[in-house]
Structure formats: structure tokens, C-alpha cells
């Protein structure tokens, strides 16, 4: 073993996420109820670990919205299955929150083909990172967020230093405390969920808790920027039947319309859900409801109040 794998081996018997748990070395031989009762009870635990870092998670998100607001773009950067996570939570916001292309994005170590298999090697590559963000054009206006269980992963880390060096706001994701990652970043957020069911698994407790704090981040700005009305998605995209009749429900729920008149205001705007709600609860025309809602900055609520809605 050479001196650099001593150095590493060390490295991650340091981390919480890679700890050994001894009373759970006979998992494999428990009947397959307890073992499921076993996971389901450490899944358990994560909410409570997300929660104690919600002051956090919530001033990356004070940041993050007035920079997305001016036009700025969120951008997750991760390895392995905190790469994928970023990459399946940029990809929701375009049908859900009818973001533009590329507002929310996501890179992984090792590219496209590492979204279905491992790509080795690429996770321990800083420069690989600076090259995929340099690829999108990364500037002050926008942020990055790195995301590693460990906190420790060449790729994610050096997302995130290089960002910052651009100008961009930084956002570090990692279930350690004490992680370089969130040393290296603006925001640091440490969601320390312990060591895994099985040894060094983070792709389950870890990614868990990745994915609750990527659904706040991207859920919570998005609701900053006015994409919802009270909870209701009303920029969603109706790309198919079944979130054209979502766009209709939307639509009823937000005005208590009637099926004609919401079908009416729908074909008026060219489908556009807040548009409609705005025809029918300000008595306005389409035109007028793009008007007003651009002079808003999206902001269906605040549209309204200018109508005296």
C-alpha cells in the first residue's frame, strides 16, 4: 500500500459517513422484516438531522433568489449519487416551475455517461470540474452548489473554489461536519446524518438528506421568484394530458371558476396557468395579464394587488 492510499484509507475511517457499526454485523443474517424495520428506522432519523440545519439551508436561499431574480442560474456540481441527485432535481424545475433552459442545471464527474454508470476516476478530478463549469459560462450572477456525502470530493470541491473565484455564489452540501466543502464554500451546509446502515453507503441515509436540502433550495427559491400562488404551481408546463388537466385544476382551485370560463382564459393566454388566473380573478384580457405579470416580475400576487385584486 503506498503512502498516498495510507493517507486516504485514513482519511475516510475519519468520517462519520464511512463509519464501521459493529452491532449490525449480522444484518445479513436477520429475517427480512427486521432488516427492512432496521433501514426504516435509520431513515427515520434524517428529517430530524435536516432540520437542526435550516437556518442554513435558509439563508442559501435568501442568496440564491435575488441572483436567480436578476436572471443568475442555480447549478449543482457532484460525483456519483450526489451528481445524480443534483441532476434529477435541475431537471424537475423546467415542468414543474417552467424555468428556462439551463436556469437550473446540473454537472457530474465524468459527464452524461456517469448518470447511469460509474466513471472512474473522474470524482477525484478538480480540474474536470473547472472545465465543466467553464463550459457553461459561470459568472457572478450565478451559483453552485457542491454536493458530497463525504465533503471531501475532489470534483465537488473544486466546483465550488472555482466558482467562487468567478465571482459566483457558493453553496456546500455534505453530511460531515467540519467538511472541506463547506470550508470552501459561502454557504456551508452539514447535514450530519451518521454512519450507514451499510458501511460507507451513502446513497442511503447521505442521499436522503441530499435530496431533501436540493428539493428545499430548488422548491423554496422557486416560490421566491413567485413561480407558485399560495401552494398552488401555477407555472407549471402542460406538456401532456395529465399536466393539461393539472393546469385546469390549478386554474379552478385558484379561482373557483367554473370548467368554460377556466377553458376560456386558458385558450386567451396561450395555456399559461398564472396568466388565466389572472384573467378570471382581475377581469382582464390575455395581453393585459402578460403585461401586468411582467411588470411584476412574475409575481402573480402582486399583479392582482395592482388590479385590486
Partial sequence: MTTEHRALRSELESLTTEAFRPELAGIDTLPTLDIARL????????????????????????????????????????????????????????????????????????????????????????????????????????????????????????????????GALTVGLSCNAGSALAAAAEHGIEVVVGPELLTGSTRLKAGTAQKL?????????????????????????????????????IVALATGAGDAEIEAALTETGGEVKNAVLVILAGVDGPTAARLLEESGGHLRAALATTGG
Wanted: net charge neutral; aromatic share 2%.
Fill in 39 to 166: 433501514m426504516n428506522g435509520e431513515d427515520a432519523q434524517v428529517a430530524a438531522a435536516v432540520a437542526l440545519r435550516l437556518p442554513e439551508i435558509s439563508a442559501a436561499i435568501d442568496a440564491i433568489a435575488p441572483r436567480m431574480a436578476q436572471g443568475g442560474r442555480l447549478v449543482y456540481a457532484g460525483a456519483g449519487t450526489a451528481g445524480r441527485l443534483g441532476i434529477l432535481d435541475a431537471s424537475e424545475c423546467p415542468p414543474t416551475f417552467n424555468t428556462r433552459p439551463g436556469q437550473v442545471t446540473g454537472v457530474i464527474a465524468g459527464g452524461p455517461e456517469a448518470m447511469v454508470t460509474s466513471v472512474e476516476g473522474a470524482e477525484d478530478s478538480a480540474s474536470l470540474a473547472r472545465t465543466d463549469l467553464d463550459a457553461l459560462g459561470i459568472d457572478a450572477s450565478d451559483t453552485v452548489v457542491g454536493i458530497s456525502a463525504s465533503g471531501r470530493t475532489p470534483y465537488a470541491v473544486g466546483a465550488v473554489e472555482h466558482a467562487r473565484g468567478l
Fill in 213 to 249: 436540502v436540493l428539493n428545499m433550495l430548488s422548491t423554496i427559491t422557486m416560490i421566491r421568484l413567485g413561480k407558485t400562488y399560495g401552494n398552488l404551481m401555477v407555472d407549471v408546463r402542460a406538456s401532456n394530458e395529465k399536466l393539461r388537466a393539472r393546469s385546469r385544476r
